[in-house]
């Protein structure tokens, strides 16, 4: 009894002091044999969830077996048939198998009793300490694991490159994907949407990556690839498949007004930046190389490129882009002078209301802009639909519908000015949710755009047409007030007819009763 004792307590010693699930079964492994006393012997582990098990060690003549077996096929006769082996020892938790060893059959018939109480408590040992691995394994992977996405995330990215870059990892590809307009995405759909939006590009990326290839999400919008070994054009192809990849799929994803895109810049370890330290920050500065070139591409990070220090990147965006909106504006008016005009008086309104509502100055300043490019879209539409006089068909008001999508997909490729994208996106969204494009509901829709809508009917019933007669300000305002909770915000709108009472809104070719 004492030599079977021994085992047991150098094995109980040991797995006090591991939770590695490597060495649990190394520990496991040695006391069985010891015990047993086998000429062949095998240790197999669950599969995770699943209902197929794994061999993990195996000693002496058993032989070995790849890939996992399904837990209904460790019957008497299927062991004895396909392994000449049966279940020697058993480790069960809440009626749940969860390993077992298997050992030769002639060895089986020469069991002790003795020798099986032995194995049975050794597979009780091994059970808790399994469990207890389990739930180490589960936590640390929950420590390095970002919960929405499923990469690795930005602790354990900072930890891996501290340790192991220049000692374990001798030359790498550090690959920023930043997803471009990701604000834009929460603002006109929601969170939970960003979120499956950022499911969907981590996806992207583990199916496009190197298979020694580690992903981790490294901020709201940003993705970083590691890829040990990778040399300069295996990273620029990667990095471009990916981007590709990206906008492509995302085409067919109904919901999306314009596809998604991302930028990306790339730093190669040691060939580009040798300090580790420097790393992340010449990557970053790599992808806002791509993303200041128009967005939607791949920059290199190159030893001769410094940091673009008093660039004035962080300017007004208006005023670096202003003569841009102007020539737009200049363009719209070409083709539609009323389109001109209702985007100036728009914009004013608009203006008036949010200085009302106490906004700040920059938010005021995204409204007047706003109101500004509101309406651009419509370059794209026929002129026979834009300049109709009469009633627009079912079919001439789904074109007519489409100037929306074409707004941002022009306002989104001006540099620095994409912030302006919620309040135009959604000045034809109604607060009982039934405009367009999204259907959004409620505070569900940006201010800007609640403001906008506002101020875009208001000038519409109140503004001359080729078709029409201005109609009278008192017509206009009992409109406001019957749109409101189904049309207009009413808190909103309240102050914007408190605006008019006060002749703080200047109506523009309006009528007074």
Same mark, same amino acid.
């Not at 190669?268 to 580790?276: M, R, S, T």
């Given at each position: 009894m004492a030599e079977k004792q021994e085992p047991l307590e150098k094995l109980q010693e040991q797995l006090l002091h591991t939770s590695r699930m490597e060495d649990i079964c190394d520990h496991l492994m040695e006391a069985a044999a010891e015990l047993t006393q086998c000429a062949g012997l095998a240790l197999f582990l669950r599969c995770g969830e699943t209902s197929e098990f794994e061999q993990k060690r195996l000693a002496g003549c058993f032989p070995e077996i790849p890939g996992s077996v399904k837990e209904e096929l460790f019957d008497s006769t299927f062991l004895r048939c396909a392994f000449g082996a049966e279940i020697a020892g058993e480790m069960i938790y809440k009626d749940r198998k969860y390993g077992f060893f298997l050992v030769c059959c002639q060895e089986c018939d020469k069991k002790e009793v003795q020798g099986e109480k032995c194995l049975r408590l050794l597979c009780t040992l091994g059970m808790l300490a399994l469990r207890s691995g389990w739930y180490a394994g589960e936590a640390w992977i929950k420590s390095v694991t970002d919960d929405v996405t499923g990469a690795y995330n930005r602790r354990y990215l900072l930890k891996r490159l501290n340790e192991d870059m220049g000692n374990s990892v001798l030359q790498a590809a550090l690959i920023d994907i930043n997803v471009d307009d990701f604000k834009l995405y929460n603002e006109m759909y929601g969170y939970m949407q960003s979120d499956s939006l950022l499911q969907f590009v981590a996806d992207i990326i583990r199916g496009e990556k190197s298979p020694q290839g580690e992903l981790y999400r490294f901020g709201a919008d940003e993705f970083l690839l590691l890829e040990p070994g990778m040399a300069e054009a295996q990273a620029l192809e990667t990095a471009e498949r990916i981007r590709k990849k990206i906008?492509?799929?995302?085409?067919?994803?109904?919901?999306? +007004?314009? =596809?998604?895109?991302?930028?990306?810049? +790339?730093?190669?370890? =040691?060939?580009?930046? &040798?300090?580790?330290?420097?790393?992340?920050?010449?990557?970053?500065? &790599?992808?806002?190389? &791509?993303?200041?070139?128009?967005?939607?591409?791949? &920059?290199?990070?190159?030893?001769?490129?410094? =940091?673009?220090?008093?660039s004035g990147y962080y300017r007004s965006s208006f005023e670096k882009i202003a003569p841009t909106i102007y020539a737009f504006m200049a363009a719209v008016d070409a083709k539609d002078q009323i389109t001109f005009r209702h985007s100036l008086k728009v914009s004013e309104y608009a203006t008036t209301l949010a200085q009302a509502l106490g906004l700040k100055e920059e938010e005021v300043e995204i409204i007047r802009e706003a109101g500004l490019l509101h309406d651009i879209g419509k370059i794209g539409i026929p002129e026979n639909i834009l300049k109709k006089q009469s009633f627009l068909t079912e079919e001439e008001y789904a074109v007519m519908k489409e100037h929306v999508k074409n707004a941002t997909e022009m306002i989104r490729f001006l540099p620095d000015m994409n912030y302006v994208l919620p309040a135009v996106v959604a000045h034809h969204e109604r607060y009982d949710g039934k405009g367009y494009p999204s259907g959004l509901a409620g505070e569900d829709i940006p201010l800007g755009g609640r403001c906008l809508a506002i101020a875009d009917s208001f000038d519409t019933m109140t503004a001359r047409r080729p078709y029409k007669e201005p109609m009278r300000i008192s017509y206009a305002v009992r409109e406001l007030e019957k749109g409101k909770n189904t049309q207009f915000d009413p808190y909103l709108t309240d102050v914007f007819l408190q605006l008019i009472e006060e002749g703080k809104i200047r109506v523009w070719n309006g009528q007074e009763e």
């Open positions: 906008r492509q799929v995302s085409k067919d994803k109904k919901k999306l +007004i314009h =596809p998604l895109t991302v930028s990306c810049g +790339i730093v190669l370890f =040691p060939e580009n930046v &040798a300090v580790k330290e420097d790393l992340l920050g010449s990557c970053s500065r &790599a992808v806002y190389y &791509a993303k200041v070139r128009g967005k939607n591409q791949t &920059a290199l990070w190159k030893k001769e490129d410094h =940091p673009r220090e008093g």
